[in-house]
């Protein structure tokens, strides 16, 4: 057998020396697999699907929108995101909107789809309502129109306006309280506002002024100018500007603040007129799909994203304009959420009003 040489201490000095390097090489080689792998793990936020929380019963209005927004939101969303669908409560919102509030964590992977009802509640002080708004961050919304009708003396300072509502905390609010900024004499009628007996009432004398609102707006519109009722403002809308303009719907028709400037010769203000433009913003809202408070801003931005794709899907399109709501994302949807969520100071305002004008508590 023949002896190998051993190594002199010269090479293991040099191998020695190589060993960093070669590491570094080792290193450098790996790189581009672990690069490789990286991306598919942040595409997947939702490893166990996303949830949608309906605010409502699953025959209620608001699942025609999830209809709609569903495979819309899917498609915007990372790859192989699934949403599941949960609906919750009654159809004014308030047992989705708790539950939301209080079980949902902040880590984006649960938006709540809410009506505009579910603000008043809030708006109002009613004990159910165990949510705050002003926590909703907004991802999309669909807003509607609003228009009082009815006769022209219900606006004169000797006459009287009957206005038919459901109740100080409907979102009939925002017509009590647009007439009573007004000047005129208001003398709510509280009752059932459904499209034929608020008809039959304005045409049997008993009602003077009707808010109509929701996806029947134009036929109830026709309805009760048959009997003689006047258009005789609409709730405005907001254009791309921010600024209150004319509703789209009814261009012939002065916005509130537009009646009350040509009326009074100045611009509305005060309290009450910041609580008649949070009731005002809710009545408009059909929905409003929204992340809770402290949600990660990417998350946030990412449903976002979705939220503004999803309004030119073909099915939310067609939804919007067989129910004339206009489905918005982006800035113009946190706008048109922002402005449901009224200060401290507003909200206490809006009740001591309530109570002194129709003696109503939050507990009724």
């Known amino acids: 057998m023949i002896d190998q040489p051993k190594p002199g201490r010269r090479y293991l000095l040099a191998v020695m020396t190589a060993l960093p390097a070669l590491a570094r090489a080792g290193r450098a080689a790996a790189a581009p697999a672990f690069a490789a792998a990286a991306p598919q793990v942040a595409a997947v936020p939702f490893p166990e699907g996303a949830k949608l929380l309906v605010a409502g019963p699953a025959d209620g209005s608001l699942n025609r929108w999830a209809d709609a927004l569903l495979p819309a939101l899917e498609q915007s969303l990372p790859p192989d995101t699934a949403i599941h669908r949960i609906e919750i409560g009654g159809a004014d919102g308030v047992t989705g909107a708790n539950q939301f509030e209080t079980r949902s964590a902040p880590d984006g992977l649960t938006v709540l789809l809410v009506p505009g009802q579910a603000v008043i509640a809030w708006m109002v002080g009613d004990p159910r309502a165990q949510f705050d708004v002003g926590h909703w961050m907004p991802v999309m919304a669909g807003i509607g129109s609003g228009i009082v009708v009815g006769r022209v003396s219900a606006l004169a300072q000797d006459g009287r306006a009957r206005t038919a509502a ?183 305002e809006l009740r001591r009003w309530l109570a002194a004008r129709f003696n109503w508590r939050p507990s009724q």
């Open 166 to 348: 459901a109740g100080p905390n409907s979102l009939d609010l925002a017509a009590l309280l647009g007439l009573q900024l007004l000047g005129a004499r208001l003398e709510p009628v509280f009752g059932p506002v459904e499209p034929a007996a608020a008809r039959n009432a304005f045409a049997q004398g008993t009602v003077d002024a009707v808010f109509l609102r929701g996806p029947r707006v134009l036929d109830q519109f026709a309805e009760l100018s048959s009997v003689g009722a006047q258009p005789l403002f609409t709730l405005g809308s907001t254009d791309e500007t921010g600024q209150t303009v004319r509703d789209p719907l009814f261009l012939n028709v002065p916005h509130f603040a537009e009646l009350y400037g040509a009326r009074s010769g100045g611009k509305p203000a005060g309290r009450l007129y910041d609580a008649w433009c949070t009731a005002a913003a809710a009545a408009q809202v059909e929905f409003a799909l929204v992340l809770p408070q402290l949600t990660p801003a990417a998350m946030v931005a990412l449903w976002r994203r979705a939220g503004a794709d999803a309004t030119t899907a073909t099915a939310v399109q067609t939804t919007g304009a067989t129910l004339n709501v206009r489905p918005l994302g982006g800035p113009a949807a946190t706008t048109s959420t922002a402005a449901t969520a009224a200060d401290a100071a507003t909200l206490l």
